[in-house]
């Protein structure tokens, strides 16, 4: 019942942008909480930014003032506008939502920032 898609990942040069896009479908976006989260090669799954259902944000030290996240709830759709991009960016990004004490994952989006 519940899906999240992302969308708008790429190749991207240093310094440059990308916006990210998570849809969901099966669920009202607008009374939950999204989470998004990466995974570099070889590393583990870390958290990077979250939108609660007020509006308010949250963000890793490592994104802070580079990332914004934001949301349509018209559209059902979270956002993660990404400026000032590095190679340390890179990695798959997945959104994610929990509801009933379940979570629920997309099935990521690559993101690859050269130098």
């Known amino acids: 019942q519940v899906q999240l898609v992302e969308s708008g990942g790429g190749l991207v040069q240093a310094e440059g942008s990308l916006r990210l896009s998570c849809a969901a479908s099966g669920i009202t976006f607008s009374s939950t909480a999204v989470n998004w989260y990466r995974q570099a090669p070889g590393k583990l799954r870390e958290w990077v930014a979250i939108?609660?259902?007020?509006?308010?944000?949250n963000y890793d030290g490592s994104v802070k003032g580079r990332f914004a996240i934001s949301r349509d709830n018209a559209k059902n759709i979270v956002y993660l506008q990404m400026n000032s991009l590095s190679p340390e960016d890179t990695g798959v990004y997945y959104c994610?939502?929990?509801?009933?004490?379940?979570?629920?994952w997309g099935q990521g989006t690559q993101v690859t920032v050269s130098s």
């Open positions: 994610k939502i929990r509801r009933f004490n379940r979570d629920y």
């Open positions: 939108i609660n259902s007020d509006g308010s944000t």
